[in-house]
């Protein structure tokens, strides 16, 4: 059965009702945390530990970034290691090492698509710390980021990022099921770097603004995922079709849906819920024109290349950060490796 909401009055009354379940979900999370929470680094995390998360439920824009803070700290000569949950990845031990040449049903969507685009070591399992051991012994790394993680309590952790976007945190400030939040915004204060997207640092409380900087994600280019052809993001129109069918399994889909909008082509929007594990049979039903352009997102084409035809195309990002931003984590990673080369 599924129940519409058609007006304010009734999302109201919805909210009045589950203020009591938010308020329990709080106290639930305070005592996890009281409990689990890592405030002693274990003799065998011999590198700084960095969490890149969020505090609201769905896609917030952490993988992109960690993409991209391992790729800059690699250029920096640091020499990172990735930790991941692998969410519905099937490997078949854990930890699991991912290879950037694995299978996404295996690996996860995610994990597999950090491995492609930073070749650095990417580790999964559910059991972070394991997780961390096993990339210590199996890899030469100097740092450690965890993708998601930050209410992974049991894990130790040195830094904390927290990614904020626009679901929903600036109009609905409550926890769960009330609200989008897993942690209260006053989370938001112990956190070491605040990395905001799609949300204006004016939007952000004064106490904050220090550690607060911006993100954006740049539409860099189309790829075919069966011939590699590459076309400019607004360049030459698609010589394949005259419509895009925007095919998209992320959590929020409707960023991507705008950024196809920008483009001068109608745009039929298909969507299924995050992680949706595609199969060819997704592709030749009576919502999808083999004859037009089928354009998604890099997490869902990681998903779609063993049977990918020539009109699957990927949009490619760029997803840029303040030198400020690197300047702060670069001088917190640099302290932590000399206290525990120190201790």
Known sequence: MRFVINSWRERSLWLILLLPLAYLFRAIVFIRKRLLYQTERPENFTVPIVVIGNITVGGSGKTPLTITIANNLVNLGYKPGIVSRGYRAHAPQYPFSVKSNGDATVAGDEPLL?????????????????????????????????????????????????????N?????????????????????????????????????????????????????????????????????????????????????????FETLEDLPYPIEKIYYPDHYEFSSDDFVSEKVDE????????????????FANNNFWMLTTNTKLDDAFFDALTSKIDYLKKDIAHN
């Open 291 to 306: 004859h037009q352009p089928v354009v998604m997102t890099e997490k869902d084409a990681v998903k779609c290349g063993a």
């Open 114 to 166: 950090i491995a492609k685009n930073t070749q650095c070591p990417v580790v999964i399992d559910a059991d972070r710390s394991r997780a961390v051991r096993f990339m210590l012994n199996e890899f030469d790394v100097d740092v450690i980021l965890s993708d998601d993680g930050l209410q992974h309590y049991k894990m130790y952790r040195d830094v904390e990022i927290c990614v904020v976007d626009e």
């Open 168 to 256: 929903g945190v600036l109009i609905n400030k409550n926890c769960l099921p009330a609200g989008p939040l897993r942690e209260p915004l006053s989370r938001l204060e112990e956190v070491d770097l605040i990395v905001l997207n799609g949300i204006n640092r004016n939007d952000i409380s004064r106490s904050l603004l220090a550690k607060t900087h911006e993100m954006k994600k740049v539409p860099q280019s189309f790829v075919n995922l069966s011939t590699n052809e590459v076309k400019p993001f607004g360049g030459a129109p698609f010589n394949i079709g005259n419509r895009i069918q925007a095919i998209t399994a992320i959590a929020n889909p409707n960023r991507f």
